[in-house]
Nanobody
C-alpha cells in the first residue's frame, strides 16, 4: 500500500523559510514523478512543483511561476523522501501543502494537474504571517 507522509509545515513570518518533507513507502519510489500541490481555503488545489525520476540527465524539476526562484524541490532516493525548500515566504503562500506521486517516472503536464497523480498525502499546513 502506497503511503505518503508530509511533515515540516508550520507558522513563519514573511521572509522566513520552511522545508517540507514527504516520506514515501509501499512502492518503488525512485521511479516515480513526485509533486507538491497546495490548497488555500476556498481555492482550488494548485500545482507548486514536481520532480521527475532520475534519468540519464538527472531529475528534472519544474515550478509554478508564483514560487520560481524561491522554492526548490529535491529528492533523496536513499531515504524515499522528496523535499520542498521554501524561502522568502509570503503571506500568499499560506495553504495546506500536499505531496503527490505518479505511477510513472515523468509528469508531463505543465502546469501540473492533480489528475495526473495517483497517490496523495494528508497534507501539512503552512501559515505565513505579514
Amino acid at each position: 500500500q502506497v503511503q505518503l507522509v508530509e511533515s515540516g509545515g508550520g507558522s513563519v513570518q514573511a521572509g522566513g523559510s520552511l522545508r517540507l518533507s514527504c516520506a514515501a513507502s509501499g512502492y518503488t519510489y525512485s521511479k516515480n514523478c513526485m509533486g507538491w500541490f497546495r490548497q488555500a481555503p476556498g481555492k482550488e488545489r494548485e500545482w507548486v512543483s514536481h520532480i521527475n525520476s532520475v534519468g540519464s540527465v538527472g531529475a528534472s524539476t519544474y515550478y509554478a511561476d508564483s514560487v520560481k526562484g524561491r522554492f526548490t524541490i529535491s529528492r533523496d532516493n536513499t531515504k524515499n523522501t522528496v523535499y520542498l525548500q521554501m524561502n522568502s515566504l509570503k503571506p500568499e503562500d499560506t495553504a495546506m501543502y500536499y505531496c503527490a506521486a505518479r505511477d510513472v517516472g515523468y509528469c508531463y503536464r505543465l502546469p501540473g494537474v492533480p489528475e495526473e497523480y495517483n497517490y496523495w498525502g494528508q497534507g501539512t499546513q503552512v501559515t505565513v504571517s505579514s
